[in-house]
C-alpha cells in the first residue's frame, strides 16, 4: 500500500532540507500556524527574524513582515508565499505623501507604526508595534509634537494613554474598523461575564469600552492570567487558534464584524492569502523572494534597531 506524504510533512522534510525556518503570524491559518518554527506578534517575529542564523526565512504573514525580516537580517534570504498578501494600514501611506508630511513639521521626531513599507521605516526615527507603542512614545523626551503614522486609532490610543502632542496619520487597518458596537453589546448581554479585550487598531469608541487593550501577544497573554471564563475578542480571528491553546477550558468568542460573514467575525483577506500549498510552493521553488534596496534598508534598520533596544 502507497505511503500517503502528506503537505505538512513535505513542509517540514524541506525546511530541514534547505535549513529553512517559517515565521508565522497569529492571524496565519491554524495548519500554517502548526508548520511554523514560532508563532508570534509583529515584535516577537522582528525579534524572531534579527536573531535567526537560518539561511532561508518564510514569513506566513504579510509584505511589511516580510520586509522587515529582510532589513534586519540581510545576508538571509527571505520568502513570502503570496506577495499580494499586503496590508491596507501601510498601503494607507504612500512614502511620497509621508515625505511631504514630515517636511511639513521640521523637528519633529518620526514614530511609525510596523505596519508601513520599508521606504516609510527609512523616513522615521523609530519604528513601534502594538506590543511597545507607549513605551517608545514615552522614551522621547516630552518637548514638542511627535509625528506618528499610520495608524490613526492607534495614534488617538496613544494620545489618551500619554497625553503626548502626537501628529496623526489618517491611516486605519480595514479588519479592526469593521467592529460593531451594538453588535459587541448585543453579545456581551448574552455573555454578561465575558470580558471584552481590543487590539488598539480598533476604533476609539470599541476601546473605550474594552477591559484590556493590547497587541495580540499581550491579548493571549491576558486571556491567560485573568480569572475570567468568557472572553469577547475584538481583533482578526485567526488569533483563535493560538488562545484556545493556551487556555482550553475558556470560552472564547469573536467579536461580530458590521456585516455579517460566515463566522461572524473578521479576517484579514491579506493574511488569509498565505496558504499551506502556497508555502510549501515557496520552500520548493525559494521564490518570490524579497528583497529591499540598500540604503533604503540601512535608513530602516537603524529605526527598527533603535525600537528593539527599547523594547
Ligand atoms: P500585532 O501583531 O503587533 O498585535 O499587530 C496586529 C496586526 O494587525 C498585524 O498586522
Ligand atoms: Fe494590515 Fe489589518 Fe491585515 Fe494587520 S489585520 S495585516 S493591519 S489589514
Redesign the pocket.
Known sequence: MAVRITLAEEIHRLKKEKNALILA???QYPEIQEVADMVG???QMAQFAAASRADILVVAG?YFMAETAKILNPSRKVLLPDTGAG?SLADSCPPDEFRSFVQHHPGAPVVTYI?CSAQVKAMSDVIC???NAEKIIRSIPDNGPIIFAPDVNLGQYLIRQTGRDLLLWNGS?LVHESFSIDKILALHKMYPRAKFIA?P?SQPHILKIASYVG???GMIDFVSKDAAQEFIIAT?AGILHEMQKQVPDKLLIPAPAYEDNTCACSECPYMKMNTLEKLYDCLLTEQPEITVHEQTRKLAEAALQRMLQLS
Do not use: G, P, R
Open positions: 503570524h497569529y492571524y506578534d509583529s515584535l504579510v496590508c505596519n508595534t502594538s506590543s487597518c487590539h487598531e497587541s495580540t501577544k482578526e
